[in-house]
């Protein structure tokens, strides 16, 4: 079935760039997405990516999507300490035409001053 | 209403009791999705709504579990019997359009604990 994997941790220094990895396993996802959450809060959507782009850049984000490896990754530049949170990674599933997203287990970006 | 609401936002009971959780989405979205996020884990899908009927339900993890969604707008988780293993933060989501981006927005959660 679908399955989501991402890296658990990652603590950067503020000012420096974040890079949150993801892989992926459904080859007919249409979109990816990046969702952010912080703590006792929901889950509220960064940025998405269609599955026949190789980058989108919003802002401080930038997506890149590897197909071929099944590979998405986040970067965040100029991280601040207000980008502490757990970022998650999804992929539309395939295989229904629900729209519904399978998600990665999270990965705790913690920003040190 | 401007975002979607959850109610309870906590709720702690007891083993073998009946639990409800109340979903009211973002107006005008016809998908409704429930979600169940353990500690420490991602979301995992429960069941969708496309207006009031459920058209996935193949995430609920036993017959204890039952979602209803009478008028294609509020929509309720129900838990017969709880039990411990139940205890997780359940998150439900609406969507305007399955055209392009299924864009998600996502309630606060409610946190039910079971003890």
């Known amino acids: 079935g679908e399955d989501v994997e991402q890296s658990l941790f990652l603590s950067v220094r503020e000012g420096d760039s974040s890079v949150i990895n993801c892989t992926y396993t459904?080859?007919?996802?249409?979109?990816l997405y990046w969702y952010k959450q912080e703590p006792g809060a929901g889950l509220q959507l960064l940025t998405y990516?269609?599955?026949?782009?190789d980058m989108k850049q919003d802002q401080r984000l930038t997506v890149l999507l590897n197909k071929k490896d099944k590979h998405l990754s986040l970067r965040i530049a100029d991280t601040q300490t207000g980008d502490s949170a757990i970022y998650f990674c999804?992929?539309?599933?395939?295989?229904?035409?629900?729209?519904?997203?399978?998600f990665g287990q999270g990965t705790t970006l913690q920003v040190k001053p | 209403g401007a975002g979607v609401s959850q109610t309870p936002s906590n709720k702690v009971t007891e083993k073998g009791k009946y639990v409800e959780l109340r979903c009211d989405p973002i107006?005008?979205?016809?998908?409704l999705y429930w979600y169940r996020q353990s500690l420490g884990q991602g979301p995992e899908f429960l069941i969708y709504f496309q207006g009031t009927g459920a058209a996935d339900d193949s995430g609920l993890p036993n017959d204890r579990f039952f979602a209803v969604r009478p008028e294609g707008s509020v929509s309720t988780l129900k838990i017969q019997r709880t039990e411990r293993g139940d205890s997780a933060v359940y998150l439900c989501?609406?969507?305007?359009?399955?055209?392009?981006?299924?864009?998600?927005?996502f309630g606060a959660g409610s946190r039910l604990t079971v003890l």
């Open positions: 989501a609406s969507s305007l359009t399955r055209v392009g981006a299924n864009v998600l927005t």
């Open positions: 459904d080859s007919s996802s249409t979109y």
């Open positions: 990516i269609f599955s026949n782009m």
């Open positions: 107006s005008g979205h016809t998908a």
């Open positions: 999804a992929e539309t599933d395939g295989s229904s035409n629900t729209g519904k997203l399978i």
